[in-house]
């Protein structure tokens, strides 16, 4: 079984448009993460949830807002896609107070065209 | 200054030889190191923590030198699945988790037969 996964693997879509990527683990962690990776291949957290309580917000535009219905899942919601939003999202988890090892999920590949 | 400067490569090395590449880091409050491996699209995965004393798993050995602010990972006998991008991975808490969890770019490293 895949321990953090997300659908869709990819995404394209039109400028203007909203869309959600879902992301689901398996391994009973505590905090889920989103990351950016662009084309120059930098991976930037996003985001992170802890019980339900977002304790990281780095400073991404408030058209991206991460939703997380229960302790397995984190949710990412875009509105009003731009170009620039073209990039992969990966989320992630790590169990809280443990090891440092954080899993991340295959990635979603979004094209904004 | 970036955060974390990590020579993007790439490095062509020869099967069976030894490659080594390090990264710099800026916050000299820097708590924890890791090396994180990611094959070409696909997430990225924990290779290995990096210990004040140096720590080796197998052919790999990591080194963090506090006083100079760098991280160095040696790969020994160098296999062709070795070819990935090696992602130095710094945090400002000691713990596990996110906060301020900062990622390299990358350095790419290809391993030739």
């Known amino acids: 079984d895949t321990a953090v996964s997300q659908t869709p693997k990819y995404l394209v879509t039109q400028m203007g448009n909203d869309k959600s990527i879902k992301c689901e683990q398996n391994?009973?962690?505590?905090?889920m993460y989103w990351y950016k990776q662009d084309s120059k291949k930098f991976l930037k957290i996003m985001f992170s949830?802890?019980?339900?309580?977002?304790?990281i917000n780095e400073t991404v535009p408030n058209r991206f807002s991460p939703k997380s219905p229960d302790k397995a899942h984190l949710n990412l919601h875009i509105n009003s896609l731009e170009l620039g939003d073209s990039a992969v999202y990966f989320c992630?988890?790590?169990?809280?107070?443990?090891?440092?090892?954080?899993?991340f999920g295959p990635g979603t590949r979004l094209t904004v065209t | 200054r970036k955060e974390v400067e990590q020579d993007p490569g790439p490095f062509n090395v020869p099967e069976g030889a030894t490659v080594a590449f390090n990264c710099t880091y800026s916050?000299?409050?820097?708590?924890?190191f890791f090396w994180y491996r990611q094959d070409c699209r696909k997430e990225p995965k924990l290779l290995m923590s990096?210990?004040?004393s140096g720590n080796e798993d197998g052919r790999f050995t990591a080194q963090l030198n506090r006083a100079s602010q760098y991280i160095s990972l040696l790969i020994r006998d160098s296999k062709l699945s070795d070819s990935a991008t090696y992602l130095c991975?710094?945090?400002?808490?000691?713990?596990?988790?996110?906060?301020?969890?900062?990622f390299g770019k990358g350095t790419h490293l290809i391993i030739q037969p």
């Open positions: 992630a988890s790590s169990q809280e107070g443990g090891g440092p090892e954080q899993y």
């Open positions: 391994l009973g962690h505590d905090t």
């Open positions: 949830y802890n019980n339900k309580e977002l304790i």
């Open positions: 916050n000299s409050a820097s708590q924890s």
């Open positions: 990096v210990y004040s």
């Open positions: 991975v710094v945090n400002m808490y000691s713990g596990g988790g996110a906060d301020g969890l900062t």
